[in-house]
C-alpha cells in the first residue's frame, strides 16, 4: 500500500470513529458514570471485541453470520439485552462517599474491560460493517489476503481507540467537576438511558 492509499484510509477511519454513534455514546456512558479510567479500560475492552469481527470479517465468517438469520438475530439479542442491563444497573447503584465519581462500580479493571469486550463482540452489525469496509481498500495492496484484511482493519482499530480515548478522558475531566442534582443526572440517568437506548435501537434494528 503506497502512502496516498494509506492516509486515505487512516482519513476514512477517523471520519467513522469521529461520527457520532454507538461507540462514542457507550463510551461517554461509562466515563461520565465510573470515571476515565473505567473508560479507557472499556474502549481497551470494546477494541478487542471489534478485533473478532475484523478477523470474522477478513476469514469471512462474518458473510456466514450475515447470511443466517437465526444466529444472526440470536447474537444482536444478546448484545441488546447486555446493554439494557448495564443501563438498568447503573439506575440500580447507589451514591458513593467520594469527592470523584459519584456512581463508581466496586469492581476491578477486568470489570470494565469485559463490558467493553461483551458489547462489541455480541454486536453483529460490526462484523457487517467490517465486511464492507475492508473490501474497499484491498484493491491498493499488491497481494491481498488474510492478513492484509487483518492490517486495514487494525488501523481502524487503533484510530477508534485513540478517538474514544480522547473522549472517555474529555466527559470524565468534564463530568467530575459536576456536583449535586445535575451532576447526578450526569453521572448517573443519563448513562443508563443512554446504554438503554442503545440497547433498544440494537433490538429493534432489522438483520
Keep these: ?10 482519513i476514512a477511519c477517523l471520519a467513522v470513529n469521529l461520527s457520532p454513534g454507538p461507540s462514542v455514546l457507550l463510551v461517554s456512558s461509562v466515563s461520565a458514570a465510573h470515571g476515565f479510567r473505567a473508560g479507557l479500560l472499556a474502549v481497551l ?13 477478513a476469514s469471512g465468517v462474518a458473510a456466514i ?3 443466517a438469520p437465526i444466529a444472526f438475530a440470536l447474537v444482536q439479542y444478546l448484545g441488546a439485552a447486555y446493554l439494557i442491563y448495564l443501563g438498568i444497573d447503573l439506575c440500580r447503584k447507589k451514591p458513593v462517599k467520594s469527592g470523584e465519581t459519584r456512581y463508581r462500580d466496586v ?16 454486536n453483529p452489525k460490526i462484523a457487517l460493517f467490517f465486511l464492507a469496509f475492508i473490501p474497499q481498500f484491498l484493491n491498493s495492496v499488491a497481494t491481498p489476503g488474510f492478513a492484509v484484511s487483518l ?14 480515548g480522547s473522549i472517555a478522558w474529555l ?3 468534564g463530568v467530575n467537576q459536576t456536583r449535586g442534582f445535575f451532576g447526578e443526572w450526569l453521572q448517573r440517568w443519563i448513562p443508563a438511558s443512554v446504554l438503554i437506548y ?6 429493534w434494528q432489522e438483520n
Aim: hydrophobic residues 65%; aromatic residues 10%.
Design 151 to 164: 492490517m486495514l482493519g487494525s488501523v481502524f482499530l487503533v484510530t477508534g481507540a485513540i478517538v474514544n
Design 45 to 57: 475492552g470494546m477494541t478487542a471485541g471489534a478485533f473478532v469481527h475484523v478477523v470474522l470479517a
Design 171 to 173: 466527559v470524565a475531566a
Design 107 to 122: 469492581g476491578d479493571d477486568w470489570h470494565y474491560f469485559r463490558r467493553g469486550l461483551l458489547v462489541d463482540s455480541l
Design 1 to 10: 500500500m503506497d502512502l496516498n492509499a494509506f492516509a486515505l484510509l487512516v
Design 198 to 203: 442503545l440497547g433498544l435501537r440494537l433490538l
Design 65 to 67: 453470520l450475515a447470511a
